[in-house]
C-alpha cells in the first residue's frame, strides 16, 4: 500500500512569511509525528497526533509553530513568519497505534523548507 | 530523559567487507524499543529493525544483524559482506514511555567499490 507523503518536497520562502507543510498517513494509521532533521540539530521532535488531538507538544520550538490534523488523517504544520534557523526538512511519521511502547514509526520523504 | 549516542561519525570500508555500528542509548524506562533506520542518499528514513527491552535474542536476517546486550545498554548493527548500495546514514532510535522517537546523531556509511 501507499506510504507516508509529503507535500511540497521543496519549499523556498522569504523570512518572515508563513508556511504550511502538509502529511498524509498511511492509510488507516491512528497515530502521526512530526520532526525536523537540520544540520545542527539532528532529528528532533515536533508534535504528536492521536487520532485529532495532540497529547504532546513539548517539541514544538516556538508559538510560531503550530500543527493541526483533521478526519484522524491528513496533518498540516505551519510556521508563522519564518526565520531563517527555520530551514530544514520536515519529517513526517506514521504508526497503527500509539500504543506503549512506541509503535515502529513510517516515515515520509520530507519537506526541504529553505527560508532566505 | 532519553539519550542515545553513536559515537562513529563516519565510517568508510570496501566493498565485501564487514561493519559494525555502534549504539549505546540510556533510558529510565523499564519497557521500551529500540530501532535501527535507514536513511540512502534520497533523504527518506526506512525502518530496519525494531527490538524491545524483553527481547535479547540476537537476529540475523541475510546480510545484516544486530547485537543487544541490555547490560551494557547497547544495541549494534553489523551489516556483512558489505555493497556499494549500504552507503547511506544510519540512526538508532529508542522509543518509550514518550511517544516519540529519539535518535541518535548518526553514523554515515561509504562503502567503497
Known amino acids: ?116 | 530523559a532519553q539519550k542515545v549516542t553513536q559515537a562513529q561519525t563516519e565510517i568508510s570500508v570496501v566493498e565485501k567487507e564487514d561493519v559494525t555500528l555502534d549504539c549505546v542509548y540510556e533510558t529510565r524506562d523499564t519497557t521500551y524499543y529500540l530501532f535501527w533506520y535507514k536513511q540512502p542518499p534520497s533523504g527518506e528514513l526506512v525502518f530496519l529493525i525494531r527490538r524491545n527491552s524483553f527481547d535479547e535474542q540476537n537476529e540475523i536476517s541475510g546480510r545484516y544483524s544486530w547485537n543487544f546486550q541490555k547490560s551494557t545498554s547497547s544495541f549494534n548493527f553489523t551489516i556483512t559482506a558489505s555493497q556499494v548500495v549500504d552507503s547511506a546514514v544510519y540512526f538508532c532510535a529508542l522509543g518509550g514511555s514518550a511517544r516519540q522517537l529519539t535518535f541518535g546523531s548518526g553514523t554515515q556509511l561509504t562503502v567503497l567499490p
Do not use: M
Open chain 1, 1 to 116: 500500500g501507499a506510504g507516508v507523503s509529503q507535500s511540497p518536497s521543496n519549499k523556498v520562502t522569504e523570512k518572515g512569511k508563513d508556511v504550511e507543510l502538509r502529511c498524509d498517513p498511511i492509510s488507516g494509521h491512528t497515530a502521526l509525528y512530526w520532526y525536523r532533521q537540520s544540520l545542527g540539530q539532528g532529528l528532533e521532535f515536533l508534535i504528536y497526533f492521536q487520532g485529532n488531538s495532540a497529547p504532546d507538544k513539548s517539541g514544538l520550538p516556538s508559538d510560531r509553530f503550530s500543527a493541526e490534523r483533521t478526519g484522524g488523517s491528513v496533518s498540516t504544520l505551519t510556521i508563522q513568519r519564518t526565520q531563517q534557523e527555520d530551514s530544514a526538512v520536515y519529517l513526517c511519521a506514521s504508526s497503527l497505534t500509539e500504543g506503549f511502547p512506541t509503535d515502529t514509526q513510517y516515515f515520509g520523504p520530507g519537506t526541504r523548507l529553505t527560508v532566505l
